[in-house]
């Protein structure tokens, strides 16, 4: 199968004669070692060791397999052909498979269940010999993936459960997250909820850290790109504006919960260009940026006294006074081609 399926180490029969066979459901119903049938309850594909290789923390995610009627594709006219065989039969390369064929076409059709060499299980619906429908795939090392399926793919709405607590709920495509979902590590203490595009976060969407730090803005092939906002819990402090490969660049401002704030450009996620920035008792610094600091020429401004004066800073530090004789020589900071 695709990326969601991949397994290939060596297991032993014994393993397979001991895990739930698939019909005892039928043998409830009332069926022979071969029935089209499926009754009218819900079909729950189980057993006592048919987890035996999951780890506890993925155990406990995920409910009992079950299929409702919708998902046995009963009114599809080939149903009719499809003949329960009660017994595993070798597909190739070492997978065993036991269930519904088509018994025109000598196909996996309809439910069954299929083992690979590492006790790797997927357990559902097939259509030409592939997964296809509703599923459940459990890899030996724990993982799970159920959901829909085509053509041994992950396709359409989909849950993926992995043993260290990572968790993708939402749309698939080809093997890949694809549309909109959401995506939870350490069991839900960091999440991510919006578009994603070929298996990569892109478009619109969130990002929650434990901490309670968020990024809501534009993704682009995984990276905060575009226009967001970041809100930094340590810090009590938002950041929104632009962003280039995850890092806060070009215009943007910040904003701090006692009042600082800062509108302007930056660089590498730093203040860096010309910028404004306000103290809450209403003194400013307009002027030149550099790696975070005030650098160049600038103007500052006392809200107290009513004036302005200019000067030149270094690495965040006033260097001087510039004289009014030398002010003239001076180009005024600019923003947008307009005079501060």
Same mark, same amino acid.
């Given at each position: 199968?695709?990326?969601?399926?991949?397994?290939?180490?060596?297991?032993?029969?014994?393993?397979?004669?001991?895990?739930?066979?698939?019909?005892?459901?039928?043998?409830?119903?009332?069926?022979?070692?071969?029935?089209?049938?499926?009754?009218?309850?819900?079909?729950?594909?189980?057993?006592?060791?048919?987890?035996?290789?999951?780890?506890?923390?993925?155990?406990?995610?995920?409910?009992?397999?079950?299929?409702?009627?919708?998902?046995?594709?009963?009114?599809?006219?080939?149903?009719?052909?499809?003949?329960?065989?009660?017994?595993?039969?070798?597909?190739?390369?070492?997978?065993?498979?036991?269930?519904?064929?088509?018994?025109?076409? &000598?196909?996996?059709? &309809?439910?069954?269940?299929?083992?690979?060499?590492?006790?790797?299980?997927?357990?559902?619906?097939?259509?030409?010999?592939?997964?296809?429908?509703?599923?459940?795939?459990?890899?030996?090392?724990?993982?799970?993936?159920?959901?829909?399926?085509?053509?041994?793919?992950?396709?359409?709405?989909?849950?993926?459960?992995?043993?260290?607590?990572?968790?993708?709920?939402?749309?698939?495509?080809?093997?890949?997250?694809?549309?909109?979902?959401?995506?939870?590590?350490?069991?839900?203490?960091?999440?991510?909820?919006?578009?994603?595009?070929?298996?990569?976060?892109?478009?619109?969407?969130?990002?929650?850290?434990?901490? &309670?730090?968020?990024?809501?803005?534009?993704?682009?092939?995984?990276?905060?790109?575009?226009?967001?906002?970041?809100?930094?819990?340590?810090?009590?402090?938002?950041?929104?504006?632009?962003?280039?490969?995850?890092?806060?660049?070009?215009? &943007?401002?910040?904003?701090?919960?006692?009042?600082?704030?800062?509108?302007?450009?930056?660089?590498?996620?730093?203040?860096?260009?010309?910028?404004?920035?306000?103290?809450?008792?209403?003194?400013?610094?307009?002027?030149?940026?550099?790696?975070?600091?005030?650098?160049?020429?600038?103007?500052?401004?006392?809200?107290?006294?009513?004036?302005?004066?200019?000067?030149?800073?270094?690495?965040?530090?006033?260097?001087?006074?510039?004289?009014?004789?030398?002010?003239?020589?001076?180009?005024?900071?600019?923003?947008?081609?307009?005079?501060?």
């Amino acid at each position: 199968m695709g990326n969601c399926c991949a397994s290939n180490t060596d297991y032993s029969k014994k393993e397979i004669d001991s895990l739930v066979l698939i019909q005892s459901y039928f043998r409830v119903n009332g069926s022979s070692s071969e029935s089209n049938g499926y009754g009218k309850n819900h079909l729950s594909v189980h057993g006592p060791n048919s987890a035996q290789k999951q780890k506890p923390e993925t155990i406990e995610k995920l409910p009992q397999f079950q299929l409702g009627p919708k998902d046995l594709d009963l009114e599809n006219p080939n149903a009719v052909n499809r003949v329960y065989i009660d017994e595993f039969k070798d597909v190739g390369d070492g997978r065993l498979y036991k269930g519904q064929w088509n018994k025109k076409t &000598g196909e996996r059709d &309809g439910l069954g269940i299929q083992f690979w060499p590492d006790g790797s299980k997927y357990e559902g619906m097939w259509k030409k010999d592939k997964a296809n429908g509703k599923g459940r795939m459990t890899h030996a090392n724990g993982d799970i993936y159920e959901g829909n399926w085509k053509d041994d793919k992950a396709d359409g709405q989909g849950l993926f459960i992995d043993t260290n607590g990572a968790k993708y709920e939402g749309d698939w495509l080809d093997d890949m997250q694809h549309g909109n979902g959401l995506e939870t590590w350490d069991n839900g203490g960091a999440r991510y909820q919006g578009q994603f595009f070929k298996g990569k976060k892109h478009g619109k969407g969130r990002f929650d850290w434990e901490d &309670g730090s968020y990024y809501e803005g534009d993704f682009v092939d995984g990276q905060f790109q575009g226009f967001g906002k970041y809100y930094f819990a340590d810090l009590d402090k938002i950041y929104q504006g632009e962003f280039r490969m995850s890092n806060m660049e070009g215009r &943007g401002q910040e904003l701090w919960s006692d009042g600082r704030k800062y509108d302007g450009d930056f660089k590498n996620g730093k203040k860096d260009g010309e910028g404004t920035f306000e103290w809450p008792n209403g003194n400013k610094y307009i002027g030149s940026w550099k790696k975070g600091k005030q650098h160049g020429i600038g103007i500052w401004a006392s809200a107290k006294e009513g004036t302005k004066r200019q000067g030149e800073w270094v690495e965040g530090k006033r260097h001087r006074w510039i004289s009014g004789i030398e002010m003239l020589a001076q180009p005024s900071p600019t923003r947008g081609g307009q005079r501060l």
